[in-house]
């Protein structure tokens, strides 16, 4: 591309730093702008329009254009554009929504609290965790479980939780009181020759053993998406869950799931937690909560992990955290709208519905020459890639990517996968037209092969 003086791109490599881009390469290549979104459709500044197969970050569910997101900022702007829920202050937005949470959530819940990201969700939870553990003289009780390929976030303590190098190496992370189990995926970590009720086994040993090896007494939580979504939408072997759950009882260790891409419909139920019978402490929400047309987090917890919470702030006289934006009017507003709306028009079970074609459509291109194998849940999946034979031939499943994005499609390449994780208001043909785009991709790619 040919980039002009003074031109959007131009200005926007002068000026503006990326997240996650190699910033040398950003530097000569700039970006693709995205002006304009409508559906599950984005477009960009020459005209061309994309599906939008991530959904933007595995968030928009409501797609691109829903007027009533609109509407409802504007009118909350126009009522009361700020408030903070500081030293004894609240509003109507957050009180909704907090309501709306706990009568929504999987399991019984008692209180919830906004933040703004899924990585200050995280943050913040890892914060209550120790805050709790010395409410309850535990004082060696704080460290936490993460897992090899996990994504929480990347702030100081998310970041540490999150088991991807990429998010650790010169960051100085992860801090010390981080530790982390295996992955359970079974088509990446299954040794050859082990059945799947094995591999499971061998992951609960590789849990028991870390609890053991570093002292029950000093682990607090463990961490863990339901199905892992930025390490490359990796599901967890069958018996998984179950399992970890035996275990964290059996040693009085808190269970936070990070629901951060899973939670509202995602996997066809409301939480993943349903899906897949997870009865965590503290549940960790964001993107589909407000389908990110606001920053918007929460953290939903139970009353075992909120009472002592609540002891401590009243021994010390006040529960010390808290940020501006904490619970935000707008956000909030626009939060509880788009759940009204993920409900009256019943995406949760689109999705369910949808699942089906969607895996049976990942399963058909999964038979393509250049494909290994596919896997997903709901509306979130993922196409692995074969690497070329040749080392030196480059990254095939950034090569799809690429050719999906000329054909029209945007979707993520993580690891050897390319993954899907599409508005949540996809119909069954849109489904096609996106299928249709990465069969077309993979074509161009063998060819260019050849
Ligand atoms: N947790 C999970 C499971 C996520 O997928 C993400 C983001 O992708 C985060 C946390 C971090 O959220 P944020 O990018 O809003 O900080």
Not at 61 to 90: C, D, I, N
Not at 120 to 126: H, R
Not at 411 to 419: K, P, S, V
């Amino acid at each position: 591309m040919t980039i002009m003086p003074n031109s959007v791109e131009a200005r926007d490599m002068a000026y503006q730093m990326h997240p996650m881009v190699n910033l040398r390469k950003y530097e000569k290549s700039g970006g693709l702008v995205i002006e304009s979104g409508d559906g599950i459709y984005v477009t960009d500044n020459t005209g061309k329009r994309y599906i939008e197969g991530l959904a933007g970050l595995w968030s928009v569910a409501l797609g691109f254009g829903e007027k009533r997101l609109a509407e409802v900022a504007k009118a909350q702007m126009e009522k009361l554009p700020y408030y903070h829920s500081f030293s004894y202050k609240t509003h109507g937005p957050s009180i909704d929504l907090a309501e709306m949470l706990v009568k929504i959530a999987p399991v019984p819940m008692s209180k919830v609290h906004f933040t703004s990201s899924g990585s200050e969700a995280n943050d913040l939870a890892c914060k209550m965790v120790w805050y709790r553990s010395n409410a309850l003289g535990k004082k060696d009780k704080k460290k936490i479980i993460g897992r090899i390929k996990g994504y929480h976030g990347v702030t100081i303590a998310a970041g540490s939780i999150t088991g991807l190098p990429r998010n650790h190496e010169s960051f100085d992370l992860p801090l010390d009181r981080m530790v982390h189990t295996s992955c359970p995926s079974y088509v990446h970590f299954g040794l050859e020759g082990e059945s799947e009720a094995d591999f499971t086994k061998r992951m609960l040993k590789d849990l028991e053993d870390l609890i053991l090896k570093e002292g029950a007494e000093t682990i607090a939580a463990f961490w863990g998406e339901p199905v892992m979504g930025a390490g490359g939408v990796l599901m967890p072997s069958d018996g998984y869950w179950a399992g970890v759950q035996a275990i964290l009882k059996k040693y009085d260790i808190l269970l936070v799931a990070d629901e951060v891409i899973c939670g509202f419909g995602r996997t066809g139920k409301m939480f993943a937690c349903e899906t897949l019978g997870i009865e965590p402490d503290v549940l960790v929400v964001s993107k589909q909560i407000s389908s990110s047309y606001m920053p918007l987090s929460a953290i939903i917890m139970n009353d075992h992990f909120y009472q002592p919470i609540a002891d401590e702030s009243d021994r010390i006289g006040v529960f010390g955290h808290g940020f501006t934006a904490s619970g935000h009017p707008v956000a909030t507003a626009v939060g509880l709208e788009n759940l009204k709306i993920i409900q009256e028009r019943d995406l949760v079970g689109n999705a369910a519905r949808l699942e089906e074609k969607f895996l049976g459509g990942l399963a058909e291109l999964a038979k393509h020459p250049l494909a290994h194998s596919s896997r997903g849940i709901g509306l979130l999946g993922a196409l692995e890639i074969k690497p070329w034979a040749d080392a030196n031939a480059g990254d095939a499943a950034a090569a799809i990517a690429a050719a999906c994005q000329d054909e029209g499609l945007i979707i993520r390449n993580i690891g050897e996968a390319i993954c899907f994780c599409p508005p949540l208001i996809i119909t069954a043909e849109q489904i096609d037209d996106m299928f249709g785009a990465v069969a077309r991709a993979l074509d161009t790619v063998q060819a260019a092969h050849a």
